[in-house]
């Protein structure tokens, strides 16, 4: 297996997954944005996107669907909720909100804020704060809870919080409520994480 990222990329969730599981893959960290600092890499990826995942055949463009792959490929894990689990579904819905709901308004303001800054100075904070707004759910979901689903921790809480440690980076501060603090702050001591993030 073999995964192409970039630095604080979410590529961190299918890296993540595979330190947590202890499996063996190849990792290739290329500068951002790749299509532009290392045009080679349209050749193995045409999007030009990371993370991308190869593991034989298998060839695979989305962050979420990689953790899912990874744990349903090379489990049994218990980062993986069951169909037959009474949290199945909100496990669901966690993994498709992490991209859909969270991470969407966030590639706004890094594009503005990094890539193409004074471009569109109102589209960073607008859409800063329609990020913020987002968070109620997940806000109030934790409250009295350690992790998202099924009492331990998963690969929803991989995905979920990927988007908390991208708005650190982007220093979208209002993120940080407090059950989302306590949560994030929680998952980000795992050693696993630790790892995934220290890899260049």
């Given at each position: 297996?073999?995964i192409?990222?970039?630095?604080n990329?979410r590529?961190l ?11 063996e893959?190849?990792?290739d ?8 600092f ?9 999007l030009?996107?990371?993370?991308y995942?190869v593991?034989?055949?298998?060839k695979?463009?989305e962050?979420?669907?990689m ?12 980062l993986?909720?069951q169909p037959?689990?009474?949290d199945?579904?909100n496990y669901l819905?966690?993994?498709f ?14 594009r ?7 471009v569109a100075?109102g589209?960073v904070?607008g859409?800063?704060?329609?990020f ?13 809870k ?5 009492n331990?921790?998963?690969?929803a809480?991989?995905?979920v919080?990927?988007?908390?440690h991208?708005?650190?980076n ?5 993120a ?19 790892k995934?993030?220290?890899l260049?």
């Open positions: 297996m073999k192409y990222g970039t630095q990329s590529a969730r299918p890296i993540w997954t595979a330190e947590e599981m202890g499996l893959y190849e990792l960290m290329m500068p951002f944005p790749p299509r532009v290392q045009k080679e890499y349209l050749e193995t990826n045409m030009g996107t990371v993370p995942l593991d034989g055949d298998v695979m463009t962050s979420v669907a953790c899912q792959y990874i744990v349903e490929k090379y489990g049994p894990t218990e993986c909720v037959d689990e009474k199945y579904p819905n966690w993994l909100h992490s991209d859909a709901t969270l991470t969407f308004p966030q590639t706004v303001v890094l503005y804020k990094f890539q193409e800054p004074g100075d589209a904070e859409y800063s704060r329609w913020v707004s987002r968070l109620k759910l997940l806000e109030s979901s934790l409250e009295g350690e992790y998202l689903c099924s331990r921790f998963t690969i809480d991989i995905c919080s990927y988007a908390i991208l708005a650190s982007l220093e979208i501060h209002q940080l409520k407090p059950n989302i603090k306590r949560w994030s702050k929680n998952l980000f001591e795992r050693e696993a994480f630790k995934a993030l220290s260049k």
